[in-house]
């Protein structure tokens, strides 16, 4: 009997894991899913019980990035170490495993890099506009939260830091390659500039579990046209379209901007500083009323 239950807590365990390891890009194996007709986007809240946060959540993934939206320039403690090339086909997108070792720490709590994969087009837009490509870096914390560091990539000069990634890429569904003799190093796979957009989220494939801190930086890199091509010939429609935002609010470091405009021409430096302005503001007058009353 103590056999039977410690081999049940096993496969628990190597389910919920594999489903966690997998991030945005894996679901149940059980439930078929895809990117266009009757098992596209516009259908996975009805593929599935288990996916009904893909219709009925209000916190999901991904959206329109508004021109209002504030910007972080900092908040991100970047641990990462380089890793060996593990490359697998899921199925629904091109997945690089992430050796052991790597880490982000946001608001104080480490979240370990398990992965990376692709999305074409873009997931998120831009004040509406879409790039060629997305990568999502997926963590996860100790306690099961999960992070998704995302980037934006268009077409631009060839990215060598990109270059073994898009130069062995599987054309089919397989199991995890790893490529002999290649390392790649995550530092290098992002943006220059880390200043990023923050906003509370979900995975952008079944199960679309919300929950998610989404941490998208706010420049994109460039790969070339040839680069981009390499992973739009395997897989050229990998992408959910973007989700309304309800009543969110994005965040400054760490704490939600509270009766920021959803839309309008206002950049994100210019409210930065109009909420710089209204705290000074509340300070100063709180000193003069502090004087006024001694």
Same mark, same amino acid.
Not at 73 to 79: C, D, R, S, V, W
């Given at each position: 009997?103590?056999?039977l239950?410690v &081999?049940?807590l096993?496969?628990?365990?190597?389910?919920?894991?594999?489903?966690?390891?997998?991030?945005?890009a894996?679901? &149940?194996?059980?439930v078929h899913?895809t990117?266009?007709?009757?098992?596209?986007?516009e259908?996975?809240?009805?593929?599935s019980?288990?996916?009904?946060?893909?219709?009925?959540?209000?916190?999901?993934?991904?959206?329109?990035?508004p021109?209002?939206?504030?910007t972080?320039p900092?908040?991100i403690?970047f641990?990462y170490?380089?890793?060996?090339?593990?490359?697998?086909?899921?199925?629904h997108?091109i997945?690089?495993?992430y050796?052991?070792?790597?880490?982000?720490?946001?608001?104080?709590?480490?979240?370990?890099l398990? /992965?990376f994969?692709?999305?074409?087009?873009?997931e998120?837009?831009i +004040?509406g506009?879409?790039?060629?490509?997305?990568?999502?870096?997926?963590?996860r914390?100790a306690?099961?939260?999960?992070?998704?560091?995302?980037a934006l990539?268009s077409q631009?000069?060839e990215?060598a &830091?990109?270059?073994?990634?898009?130069?062995n890429?599987?054309a089919?569904?397989?199991g995890v /390659?790893?490529v002999?003799?290649?390392?790649i190093d995550?530092?290098?796979?992002?943006?220059v500039?880390?200043?990023?957009?923050?906003y509370?989220?979900?995975?952008?494939?079944?199960?679309?579990?919300?929950?998610?801190?989404?941490?998208?930086?706010s420049?994109?890199?460039e790969?070339?046209g040839?680069?981009?091509?390499a992973?739009?010939t395997?897989?050229?429609?990998?992408?959910?379209?973007? /989700?309304?935002?309800?009543d969110?609010?994005f965040?400054?470091?760490?704490?939600a901007?509270?009766?920021m405009? +959803?839309?309008?021409?206002?950049?994100?430096?210019?409210w930065?500083?109009v909420?710089?302005?209204?705290g000074?503001?509340?300070?100063?007058?709180?000193v &003069?009323?502090?004087?006024?009353?001694?």
């Amino acid at each position: 009997m103590r056999k039977l239950i410690v &081999a049940a807590l096993f496969l628990v365990f190597v389910f919920t894991f594999g489903q966690v390891a997998g991030g945005p890009a894996l679901a &149940a194996q059980d439930v078929h899913w895809t990117y266009e007709g009757h098992e596209g986007p516009e259908h996975w809240g009805e593929l599935s019980k288990d996916y009904a946060a893909c219709s009925e959540g209000h916190e999901q993934s991904p959206i329109n990035i508004p021109s209002s939206a504030p910007t972080n320039p900092f908040g991100i403690l970047f641990n990462y170490m380089p890793s060996k090339l593990n490359v697998v086909n899921n199925g629904h997108t091109i997945q690089i495993n992430y050796d052991a070792g790597s880490s982000i720490m946001v608001d104080g709590e480490t979240y370990d890099l398990l /992965q990376f994969h692709f999305h074409a087009q873009s997931e998120h837009t831009i +004040k509406g506009k879409y790039s060629p490509m997305e990568v999502h870096f997926v963590h996860r914390s100790a306690s099961g939260k999960l992070a998704v560091v995302g980037a934006l990539m268009s077409q631009g000069a060839e990215n060598a &830091a990109y270059a073994p990634v898009m130069s062995n890429l599987p054309a089919t569904a397989s199991g995890v /390659q790893t490529v002999p003799g290649v390392t790649i190093d995550a530092d290098d796979l992002l943006p220059v500039d880390h200043d990023y957009y923050r906003y509370n989220g979900s995975l952008t494939t079944p199960p679309c579990s919300e929950g998610v801190k989404w941490l998208l930086m706010s420049h994109p890199l460039e790969l070339s046209g040839a680069q981009i091509t390499a992973y739009t010939t395997i897989y050229a429609h990998t992408n959910r379209p973007v /989700q309304p935002f309800y009543d969110r609010t994005f965040f400054v470091g760490g704490k939600a901007v509270v009766g920021m405009p +959803k839309s309008g021409n206002e950049n994100s430096t210019a409210w930065l500083v109009v909420l710089g302005v209204i705290g000074f503001a509340s300070l100063g007058g709180g000193v &003069a009323l502090s004087r006024r009353k001694s």
